[in-house]
């Protein structure tokens, strides 16, 4: 099970990519929102009901029924249009961005998994040795060639490996667990083992500032401020309703057209105080672009450092150290069985590498490397 199968079975099984699906479909339906007209009204209206004196002897219910349908003025529809696409922008952003933190949890996870796999495996091959090493402390023992502390110091060694081997084994099956979780599947395949010595060959291809999604999400919220001042100053002229209908008048059967225009008056809400409101949030957008792009290139060019570094001494430091491993582990095997020559039996050195630790740990990489396992 490789890296890439893995992240296209998270993907399908991600609830984070589910919202963001369904973000993307919200914003969406506010655009064909947005993009329509007001709904015209039906009035029906009946005057001279129950009058008295002249009321009641002359005049006669009269009955209007009329249509009143709003003229939006100041380009109140293209604004909102502007504001609902500005903010769909902002939602296939955060949709790519879900995708994005995805791949980075499931690589760790996937990581984790195969650096625990392999933390098994070297401390099975501790164990080996350090069994192997009790067997020739014993026989040199018993032939009168070492004293019995030697053998009881190889017994103590292993003990301790196969109480690694324990502990190995529990964090294997806990990260193969978590690396399931994400993926919707219990993981019981062999994964990639070769993934740590391809590590130079994952990353961005492209590391420039104005290809980070931090960046293009704060530009995304410029635009969205950008709009809704537009939308401010456009709502500060009002509407027109106009109204168009049919009097009846019952005495004589006759009718008439009757026509109005309804304009409210901002006396008390001009408006002023929204398109405020709006331009300063427009400058705080504007503020956080500019501290955002200055971040991001800082943060680029750091990781660029960290991420050389790190693969340099992946490189030079934790590749030499498996490969001086695994002649130590050849070393120490062809030691033990050859326990009859002269020479003491020299400690096996069971500790992890503190460089090899940091390495992988600023690359991605939890897995820890044993440095060294020599006689």
């Known amino acids: 099970m490789t890296l890439p199968e893995v992240l296209e079975l998270a993907g ?43 009321y009641n002897e002359i005049e006669v219910p009269k009955q209007t029924v009329s249509i009143g ?34 791949m980075f949890v499931v690589t ?4 984790e998994a195969v650096a625990a796999d392999r933390r098994l495996t070297t401390a099975r091959d501790q164990a080996a040795i350090a069994a192997e090493a009790v067997r020739a402390a014993h026989v040199r023992v018993v032939a009168g060639r070492a004293s019995p502390l030697e053998e009881q110091r190889a017994e103590v060694l292993r003990i301790s490996a196969d109480a690694a081997v324990d502990r190995a084994g529990r964090l294997a099956d806990l990260a193969r667990a978590n690396l399931g979780r994400r993926i919707g599947r219990p993981v019981t395949n062999a994964l990639d083992q070769a993934w740590f010595d391809r590590i130079g060959t994952y990353g961005p291809q492209s590391t420039q500032s104005g290809s980070s999604l931090a960046v293009a999400a704060a530009r995304a919220s410029e635009d969205a401020a950008e709009a809704q001042l537009r939308l401010a100053r456009a709502q500060r002229l009002p509407d027109v309703t106009v109204t168009a209908g049919v009097r ?3 005495i004589s059967n006759g009718v008439a057209a009757v026509l109005g225009i309804s304009v409210p008056l901002p006396l008390f809400n001009s408006g002023a105080s929204s398109v405020a409101q709006a331009s300063a949030e427009r400058d705080r957008a504007t503020a956080l672009r500019r501290a955002t792009e200055l971040d991001t290139e800082q943060e680029i060019e750091q990781a660029r450092a960290d991420l050389a570094n790190a693969i340099d001494f992946v490189v030079f430091i934790c590749l030499d150290g498996n490969r001086r491993a695994s002649s130590g582990r050849l070393s120490a095997r062809q030691n033990v069985s050859n326990h009859g020559g002269s020479g003491p039996l020299c400690d096996i050195d069971l500790t992890w590498g503190p460089e090899s630790e940091g390495a992988y740990s600023r690359t991605l990489e939890s897995g820890r490397v044993l440095r060294r396992s020599t006689m």
């Open 12 to 54: 399908s099984a991600s609830p984070n990519i589910d919202a963001a699906d369904a973000g993307v479909r919200a914003a969406d339906a506010a655009r064909r929102i947005a993009g329509l007209r007001p709904n015209p009204s039906l009035n029906t209206d009946i005057e001279n009901v129950g009058g008295s004196r002249a």
């Open 69 to 102: 349908v709003p003229v939006e003025l100041g380009g109140k529809r293209s604004a909102r249009i502007a504001v609902a696409d500005a903010q769909g922008n902002r939602a296939q952003i955060e949709r790519i961005a879900a995708g994005s933190d995805l």
């Open 108 to 111: 760790q996870a996937y990581v």
């Open 248 to 250: 009846r008048v019952p």
